[in-house]
């Protein structure tokens, strides 16, 4: 199934994809207002949703509404630096050392926006993009093997690590620099897992204004999802609903030679095979630039 959330008029929704059309799940919000709910509802929860999509005769065309970030508000949003292997060789290029270990870096979660919403800069003079597939955690996981850690998935995204570069290297931790606000576009839906056979054979592609700038395959991750989940939940409990971002191939545009940063009016789409694809417009910032 594809789970979205979508706004009509002054309603917020949640709804199931038909063809091109949505399913509202209205008969169901009682026990399951929002997508939060769902996620932690587990297997009873989506036998839920499918009876009630079922039984309703609504159906609303996905162009009539606003589509909304497919979860409001995860415990975390975890991203993974330099996981393809592309990636980690023109990050050495620019004289970034490459991890032994996976290297973990927060997005705040209120960086969170929608598939088609806009992106705002903010103070950032160097804005970049980086397509990722997104995880969203299911069951919680602790301490869970490689082997077990596809129980723990609920489902999949699409997802713009966008990046302020310059501000990235305020921290070594990354988090200003990954975490303005409207720097994590995700969607269009999320697609539960049962859709998706092997997350380790998806293409993956961003364009800038119709240019690809990126396109590779997951299976190129360095690390692998399974391993990700196993590395992480032996530190820490990941949470029903908990976003991990599993890397970016390379050609992002602090890396290209000259390096090219989005600007106000360029269109970023980010495409993934069997899930979607998400597009948003770089706007111009009404902020001001805060004194280093």
């Known amino acids: 199934m594809k789970l979205l959330r979508f706004r009509q008029g002054d309603l917020v929704r949640l709804g ?42 609504e159906r609303i065309s996905l162009s009539s509404v606003h589509l909304l ?36 870096f927060n997005k705040q979660t209120s960086c969170i926006t929608g598939p088609y919403d806009d992106i705002n800069p903010g103070v950032t003079e160097k804005l970049d993009y980086e397509v990722e597939l997104g995880v969203v955690i299911g069951k919680p996981a602790k301490g869970v093997s490689e082997a077990d ?36 576009p995700i969607g269009p839906w999320i697609v539960t897992a049962d859709e998706i056979e092997n997350p380790h054979a998806l293409g993956i592609r961003c364009f800038i204004n119709g240019e690809v700038r990126q396109q590779s395959d997951t299976s190129e991750l360095i690390h692998n999802i399974w391993a990700q989940i196993a590395y992480l939940s032996t530190a820490f409990t990941l949470e029903s609903g908990d976003l991990l971002a599993t890397g970016t191939p390379e050609g992002v545009g602090v890396a290209r030679n000259p390096p090219v940063f989005m600007k106000p009016g360029d269109i970023v789409r980010c495409e993934i095979d069997k899930i979607g694809a998400i597009e948003n417009t770089v706007i111009e910032s009404a902020t001001s630039v805060a004194t280093e």
């Open 16 to 57: 199931v994809m038909d063809g091109d059309d949505i399913v509202p799940l209205d008969m169901i919000q009682d026990r399951y207002p929002t997508m939060l709910s769902v996620i932690a509802g587990g297997e009873a929860a989506l036998a839920d949703v499918r009876s009630a999509a079922s039984q309703c005769d």
């Open 69 to 104: 970030a497919p979860i409001e508000r995860p415990g975390k949003f975890l991203a993974i630096g330099m996981n393809y292997r592309k990636h980690a060789e023109e990050a050495k290029k620019l004289g970034i050392k490459v991890p032994e270990q996976q290297f973990w």
């Open 149 to 184: 850690a596809h129980n723990h998935v609920f489902g999949y995204l699409v997802s713009n690590d966008v990046s302020a570069r310059d501000w990235q290297q305020h921290s070594p931790t990354f988090t200003i620099g990954k975490s303005f606000d409207t720097h994590g």
